[in-house]
């Protein structure tokens, strides 16, 4: 699922009236991307990625029939963090990597030089892979210093999150605000 | 439109000019253009656009966008700089995790910028909220002066629709493009700048003196404001699309301004009747059927180099000097592949794939001979390995370009 999107229809409140229902998708767009912006940055603590401030400028209003209109937000992950669900490696891929460190948060493995599926092992890659044996997890370190970069899993199961938007009493009382700031 | 569809709309245009100098061309040009400074391939433009617009659907996360960049310059055979100060971290190096971010971000926060804005000065949005403010989004560390910045903007425009006090101002005032780095009266207002900008309600803008009582549409401003706060606000969603045609119309090819994009830009910019276009603009219009034809530059010395040593004979390439080829797309559609071998795996092209044929014209790979001694078989390697292979006449220009798949089949 690539997109997250909140229908926004005025059929109980109102005549159909494009003009309104872009005013009230507005003000629930507007409560969406203050809500994005407001969120906190990763929990371990790395420098942001702006991964939020990021998914609050994808967010989008796309008109609909008579008086609805769509909010959609158009940024990778959104939709998985909201309704959750299981991550595994794409086909050919062995395991998912979770960055360890700061320095490559927001990296994957293959943008280091050496590191890409199906390339073969050389004493030139920078990372090199450590999985104990018997161990669900395995590890990728930086050859030279031995620090542990990343986190080899096989899965990771997100739980669903649905402070990843603002409730739903919230978002209606954005699209009213939206409405009355048109009418006022 | 999407703000994905808004990059892919963008003309591929190569060149060797830096930032410094892209900022010299007219915003109306720059805004319908995908470039980077100093990359002249088309063929890694073309992959650079097509992760910036697959980034900005929501279809793929930056380091995958990255990854891609990286292996269009590889396959494309490029080669960091290795000056020190052009070394691994410098952003002259298109490998760059920081040059390839500055790309990414600022075609995808513009073309973002671009989508809510027009999605923000909608009737309906416009009435609920016809002002915005300036905000910080994502914090820097060495921050610009935005304070003097919105002074010397709103002293520029007299303060049209907008606050001397606070950011804000009415979506429709000048400021927004004065402050702007890029001419647009959306964010991002410069590289790496880390602002945006909210909606802010009619109540408030009323408050604020940007609107008369009873006014809701932006484009009116009170006259009982605090003396000099406002001034009257232009409308400038029309006069901004007006403005990016305005820039781009009236150049004669003969003036400074004809003579520096053509010497800048070369067959990539096509000036006639005062009207400046790019030519991946045309050929996209051709392809959708908004015009007929689109005609190329005269054959480049490069082409005639290749043809020579490709083995054509010195009385055809001596034939190509000064012929310009045409480009139908009811032609290609029709005849595209039928001067091909048909034993090779050819395919149609796709759209993205007929913006390279100026490359092809200009710069081709290879020009080999065919069995008909007026026409040569000219070919432009592809990133996925395939190549574009085109059969041109002499005398007749044009006459069938193709696809040919990469070894193992995959186009």
């Known amino acids: 699922m690539l997109r997250l999107t909140v229908k926004v229809t005025l059929a109980d409140l109102l005549p159909p009236d494009n003009v309104l229902a872009e005013a009230g998708a507005r003000g629930v767009s507007n409560l969406i991307v203050r809500h994005l912006r407001a969120r906190p940055a990763n929990r371990r603590g790395f420098p942001s990625s702006g991964y939020w401030a990021d998914a609050a400028e994808s967010v989008s209003v796309k008109p609909g029939s008579g008086n609805s209109a769509a909010v959609e937000i158009s940024k990778e992950g959104v939709a998985l963090h909201y309704e959750g669900g299981t991550v595994r490696p794409d086909a050919g891929g062995k395991a998912l990597a979770i960055p360890l460190d700061a320095s490559v948060y927001g990296k994957k493995p293959s943008e280091w030089s050496g590191f890409r599926r199906g390339d073969e092992p050389s004493d030139d890659d920078v990372l090199s892979v450590f999985w104990p044996k018997n161990s669900a997890h395995g590890f990728l370190k930086e050859r030279d210093t031995g620090n542990l970069l990343y986190l080899l899993v096989p899965s990771v199961t997100i739980r669903a999150d649905r402070s990843v938007l603002p409730e739903d009493g919230e978002l209606l009382d954005a699209a009213q605000e939206g409405i009355m700031e048109a009418v006022a | ?411």
């Not at chain 2, 990286?70 to 298109?94: H, K, S, V």
């Not at chain 2, 921050?143 to 002074?151: M, N, S």
């Not at chain 2, 010497?263 to 059927?289: C, H, P």
């Open chain 2, 1 to 411: 439109m999407t703000a994905a569809d808004k990059i892919l709309k963008k003309a591929l245009v190569g060149s060797g000019i830096d930032s410094r100098q892209w900022s010299a061309v007219q915003a109306g040009l720059r805004d319908r253009a995908f470039f980077s400074a100093t990359v002249e391939d088309v063929r890694v433009l073309g992959a650079f656009r097509d992760a910036a617009a697959r980034l900005a659907a929501g279809e793929t996360d930056p380091s995958s966008a990255r990854i891609a960049m990286r292996d269009a310059l590889a396959a494309a055979g490029y080669r960091p700089p290795d000056a020190e100060d052009q070394g691994p971290g410098g952003i002259r190096n298109l490998m760059n995790e920081r040059r390839l971010d500055l790309i990414l971000k600022t075609n995808v926060q513009q073309a973002r910028g671009w989508a809510q804005f027009m999605e923000g000065t909608t009737p309906g949005a416009l009435l609920a909220y016809p002002a915005q403010r300036l905000v910080r989004v994502r914090q820097r560390r060495m921050p610009r002066d935005w304070t003097a910045r919105w002074k010397e903007a709103g002293d520029a425009v007299g303060w049209q629709g907008a606050c001397r006090d606070e950011f804000v101002a009415l979506k429709l005032s000048p400021i927004w493009i004065e402050l702007s780095r890029f001419g647009t009266p959306y964010p991002p207002f410069d590289f790496n700048s880390g602002m945006g900008v909210e909606d802010v309600g009619k109540r408030k803008a009323r408050e604020l003196g940007l609107l008369e009582d009873g006014g809701g549409d932006g484009k009116t401003s009170s006259p009982s404001a605090p003396q000099g706060s406002v001034a009257q606000a232009a409308p400038v969603v029309p006069s901004f699309n007006a403005n990016l045609q305005a820039t781009v119309e009236g150049i004669r090819g003969d003036s400074d301004e004809g003579q520096f994009l053509t010497r800048t830009f070369g067959d990539q910019i096509d000036i006639r009747n005062g009207v400046v276009k790019w030519k991946g603009e045309l050929i996209q219009d051709v392809l959708a059927g908004r015009a007929k034809r689109a005609e190329f530059g005269e054959c480049s010395r490069a082409f005639m180099e290749k043809a020579a040593a490709g083995g054509i004979s010195p009385e055809t390439v001596q034939a190509f000097s000064g012929r310009k080829i045409s480009f139908s797309h009811q032609f290609f559609v029709e005849h595209g592949g039928k001067h091909l071998d048909p034993n090779e795996p050819y395919d149609h092209l796709v759209p993205e794939e007929f913006e390279l044929l100026p490359a092809l014209w200009r710069s081709p790979d290879r020009v080999l001979p065919i069995r008909d001694p007026n026409r040569v078989q000219a070919e432009l390697d592809t990133l996925d390995g395939g190549k574009l292979v085109a059969v041109i006449d002499c005398r007749n220009g044009l006459k069938s370009i193709q696809k040919r798949k990469a070894p193992g089949g995959i186009t």
